[in-house]
């Protein structure tokens, strides 16, 4: 039980994140660089208010444990969280480009290839072990990825640019749990925000006045951006990189479903085969989570 809101956490943020076309494709005409810039920028603002005047407690509470910490220990942290600050930065950018100049399948097939690259990259990194049921699922996904990538050079290609800046943050974070969720997602932003700031006026567009993209922006940046990244790095406290990485499928599946129905992109019978297959390997990576209740119940 003590594990399963470390699920519902990882589940809801991938939850959400399925529905992040519906927030993004309204504005898919501004360049993909000056929503970024607007992301970030807002969400600094709103994430440091936040901080401020709600929760300092906490952040003298992480001061004061960061002050105490070994110089060695110091460092790490600072390198994984300036790390993850770039890798989420040039996640976002990509995801963005692709989602908007590319099509919604690329970026959902993005997030088809993410978990498999989270689980390999958890397994070398951080040694995480897995089942043989884990492997299993790992196996039908790497099969389902190829059912998808045929006839699609371009989509792989944008796909695991995005799949392993996101695999990589989730990797590293899963080190980094010292430090409040939701202050570390600050920090983080804040880093991006600083790192942006002077390429902002040299490439970002005229300034937008539309009511329309600020709207959608509130929205990237509050239900798209903030609540489901503090639960992602929340869930990383509580379970595996490689668990949390295999959720991401919930991302894609909802991705693929508005492509086809909302959005009327084409689908082929392959597709629809793989996706298929990718339901399959969620259940079959959490079998003992999902079967858990019924095997005590055949034990009694």
């Known amino acids: 039980m003590k594990a399963t809101k470390y699920y519902l956490a990882a589940f809801v943020a991938f939850l959400i994140w399925g529905f992040f076309s ?5 504005i898919h005409h501004y360049p993909s660089l000056d929503i970024l810039f607007y992301r970030v920028f807002l969400g600094v603002i709103l994430m440091s208010l936040i901080n401020v005047l709600f929760r300092g407690q906490i952040i003298k509470k992480d001061i004061a444990a960061f002050k105490n ?45 993410c978990p498999i690259l989270t689980t390999v990259f958890a397994y070398f990194i951080l040694r ?9 699922a790992v196996g039908i996904s790497v099969f389902s990825c190829v059912l998808l990538s045929y006839n699609h050079f371009m989509d792989i290609f944008y796909s695991l640019i995005v799949a392993a800046t996101y695999a990589l943050y989730l990797v590293s974070q899963r080190k ?45 940046v ?9 639960l ?15 959720m991401i499928y919930i991302n894609p599946i909802i991705n693929f479903l508005l492509a086809v129905f909302y959005f009327k992109e084409p689908v082929t ?9 990718i339901l399959l390997s969620i259940v079959v990576f959490n079998e003992k989570l999902l079967f858990k209740r019924t095997k005590k119940q055949l034990e009694v």
């Open 222 to 230: 509050v239900l798209f951006t903030i609540i489901p990244l503090f």
């Open 22 to 26: 519906l927030g993004l494709k309204p």
């Open 69 to 113: 910490m070994l110089p060695n220990h110091k460092r790490q942290i600072l390198f994984l969280t300036f790390g993850g600050a770039l890798l989420l930065m040039a996640n976002w950018f990509f995801f963005i480009y692709v989602m908007n100049h590319v099509s919604v399948k690329a970026a959902s097939f993005a997030y088809m290839v």
């Open 269 to 277: 019978g392959l597709q629809l085969l793989a996706y298929s297959l």
């Open 232 to 246: 992602n790095l929340y869930a990383l406290k509580g379970v595996s990189s490689a668990t949390v990485g295999i």
């Open 128 to 136: 995480e072990k897995l089942s043989i049921w884990q492997w299993t």
């Open 176 to 220: 980094n749990s010292e430090m409040d969720k939701f202050l570390l997602l600050n920090v983080q932003l804040l880093i991006a925000g600083l790192f942006m700031l002077p390429f902002y006026p040299v490439y970002s567009g005229a300034l937008p006045t539309e009511g329309l993209f600020y709207i959608c922006l509130f929205v990237i």
